[in-house]
């Protein structure tokens, strides 16, 4: 069982330029979200997806921009990274909206 | 305002030690209630989760936690500590109404100590 894939696992941007971290996940769930982990912080949610061609804000959407044309996958694109930006980024899927979540193993992005 | 508490930042015990992780929430509405554990450099992996049946909820390696309404709270414990717990333990709320929030508390890191 795959679960929730994420890629790249890590990468390291220059200010200014632009990338999507892919995310899927092959058990057939609705909602997917994206969070980043920052230290002391917990984890804070981006966006996230109720369904495909359903996408809403959460928490901290500045600077991100997410699409669902398919169940499986739930990309996160970085319009112009920022050093702010760097974090530890989690994607999850959950079989219903009060469900509990599935995370990927998460991609580690540093912006410098 | 809905939020929740992860009431010490670091806890350390010694191994075969009991393990009390705690948490409190504050909520107008009934909530679904998680504890996640995250291992280093990997994802969350769910502990438990309480969504308004058995009060008292056993997880998995041993953990559970008991929904206390009085107290809002809703507390991971362990009865004796193996070095494999060593982790971050997450409290996440999730409040069951119009707005549907989920909430993270910021994480209990577990030391055991040999």
């Known amino acids: 069982n795959a679960g929730v894939t994420q890629t790249p696992k890590f990468q390291v941007l220059k200010t200014g330029q632009s990338m999507t971290l892919q995310c899927a996940q092959d058990?057939?769930?609705?909602?997917m979200s994206w969070y980043r982990q920052d230290p002391g912080m917990g984890l804070r949610l981006i966006h996230y997806s109720v369904g495909a061609g359903i996408t809403d804000q959460g928490e901290v959407p500045n600077g991100y921009n997410v699409s669902r044309s398919t169940t499986e996958d739930f990309p996160l694109r970085l319009l112009s990274a920022a050093p702010s930006q760097t974090s530890v980024y989690f994607c999850?899927?959950?079989?219903?909206?009060?469900?509990?979540?599935?995370f990927g193993q998460g991609t580690r992005l540093t912006v410098v | 305002a809905q939020s929740v508490t992860q009431l010490d930042s670091h806890v350390s015990v010694s191994e075969g030690t009991p393990v009390l992780l705690r948490c409190n929430y504050s909520s107008s509405y009934s909530p679904s209630l998680f504890w996640y554990v995250q291992h280093p450099n990997k994802g969350l992996q769910l502990l438990l989760k309480y969504t308004s049946a058995a009060t008292l909820v056993k997880g998995i390696n041993g953990f559970e936690a008991e929904f206390k309404k009085s107290e809002t709270s809703f507390h991971l414990t362990k009865p004796s500590a193996h070095m494999s717990d060593a982790a971050e333990y997450f409290c996440?709320?999730?409040?069951?109404?119009?707005?549907?929030?989920?909430?993270f508390g910021k994480g209990t890191r577990l030391h055991i100590l040999p």
């Open positions: 058990m057939n769930h609705e909602y």
């Open positions: 996440v709320v999730r409040l069951m109404n119009r707005d549907d929030k989920i909430i």
């Open positions: 999850a899927s959950n079989p219903s909206r009060y469900t509990e979540a599935f």
